[in-house]
């Protein structure tokens, strides 16, 4: 079945260095991404999404890059600030209903200072 | 705007007790969901609203009850807890089907 999972479960990264964050998906059919972003004891905020007719898209610090041939995405973020200690989950939608979203399980960025 | 409001923020059930969670949003959102978030586990889709009156289930429904009687309000309720729906919720909204979602703070519920 369709599953979205991260590759890593944990980023340790020192303040002002880039992070990246991976993410496999397993639906060949997926045409919108997102990543989300959780602080502790929040909800998950948006960052940025990316439709499978781009293979990059760029934000405020941050970079999602689509690969759709071996069913990969990934965040970047620049210059890594302690205020991106947070967990970050990539989203797809579940099946044929674009507003199911699935949830990969997360990975936890920690900044070191 | 306050956005998308959901209370309690915490919660202690005994097994059986019924109870319901309440998520409100002012953003005249149609699309409105909820979800369970676990340790170690993304977040699970329990049911979702397309609008007034239209609910369907997501992930895991079982257990759980909802209602959309209007755009600002969308209910879940435990019908009898159990351990396993020991949980974070989140409430969620969304101006549309590909538009960024946007979720509450959270009700963390623990049951006994």
């Known amino acids: 079945g369709e599953s979205v999972g991260l590759h890593l479960p944990t980023l340790s990264v020192q303040e002002g260095d880039n992070s990246i964050i991976n993410c496999a998906y397993s639906n060949s059919a997926s045409d919108y991404f997102i990543w989300y972003k959780q602080e502790s004891g929040k909800g998950p905020q948006f960052i940025i999404d990316i439709r499978s007719n781009m293979d990059k898209r760029q934000g405020q610090r941050v970079t999602v890059l689509l690969n759709k041939t071996v069913k990969h995405l990934s965040l970047q973020i620049a210059a890594t600030q302690p205020g991106d200690s947070a967990v970050y989950f990539c989203?797809?939608?579940?099946?044929?209903?674009?507003?199911?979203?699935?949830f990969g399980a997360g990975t936890t960025v920690t900044v070191r200072a | 705007n306050a956005g998308v409001t959901q209370t309690p923020k915490f919660q202690v059930l005994k097994t059986g007790q019924s109870m319901t969670l309440q998520c409100a949003q002012d953003m005249n959102h149609e699309y409105m969901s909820w979800y369970r978030q676990d340790p170690g586990m993304g977040l699970r889709l329990i049911h979702y609203s397309v609008g007034a009156g239209i609910t369907d289930q997501g992930e895991v429904p079982n257990g759980y009850n909802v209602s959309r009687s209007t755009t600002e309000d969308f209910p879940l309720r435990l019908l009898s807890a159990a351990p396993s729906q020991t949980s974070v919720y989140f409430c969620?909204?969304?101006?549309?089907?590909?538009?960024?979602?946007?979720f509450g703070p959270g009700t963390r519920l623990t049951v006994t």
């Open positions: 989203a797809e939608p579940s099946g044929s209903n674009d507003y199911k979203l699935s």
């Open positions: 969620a909204s969304s101006y549309s089907i590909d538009y960024e979602q946007y």
